[in-house]
């Protein structure tokens, strides 16, 4: 399956990221490509908001992951963004944290590509085509 959906506008993808939680999700895991500024953050927050979590935590970019329990499911959201080697990476549990998660939201996956490989995932990509303007192209 491949969308492409353009977003002219924050509140547009607020309305898309809530039909891609309620329509399109339907892999443990999705994986959110895009430069730094396309929306990748703002997409997930506007997902983790349909889902009904509580307590939204904002950004991951220091902690690398958010975790949220909703009806006793967990919710991961990382950012990998800042983690720069394989050994840097190795230390935070990650493998561990996914196999007992039952959704997860990976913005820069790159790095994870080796321990993702084991799973199934959907791949968000998302190109700025202008200051207010995005192009959301989900797959799988
Ligand atoms: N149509 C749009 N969709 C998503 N974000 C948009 C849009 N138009 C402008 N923006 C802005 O782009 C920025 C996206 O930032 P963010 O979601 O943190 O990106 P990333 O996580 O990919 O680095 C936000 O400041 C947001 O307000
Ligand atoms: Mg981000």
Redesign the pocket.
């Known amino acids: 399956m491949e969308k492409v959906f353009k977003?002219?506008?924050?509140?547009?993808?607020k309305k898309?990221a809530k039909t891609f939680a309620k329509n399109y999700l339907n892999k443990k895991i999705t994986l959110?490509n895009?430069?730094?500024?396309?929306?990748?953050?703002?997409?997930?927050?506007y997902m983790l908001e349909a889902l009904k979590v509580k307590n939204i935590a904002g950004?991951p970019t220091f902690n690398i992951v958010n975790e949220y329990k909703v009806n006793n499911k967990t919710i991961l959201h990382y950012?990998l963004?800042r983690i720069e080697n394989e050994n840097e990476f190795r230390n935070i549990d990650f493998k561990e944290q996914i196999e007992n998660a039952d959704l997860v939201f990976i913005?820069w996956p790159n790095i994870a590509e080796k321990y993702l490989s084991d799973y199934e995932s959907q791949i968000v990509d998302?190109k700025?085509l202008d200051?207010?303007?995005?192009e959301?192209i989900l797959r799988g």
Do not use: A
């Open positions: 977003s002219f506008s924050v509140k547009e993808t898309l959110f895009g430069e730094m500024g396309s929306g990748k953050t703002t997409f997930i927050l950004s950012d963004y913005e998302i700025k200051e207010n303007s995005r959301y």
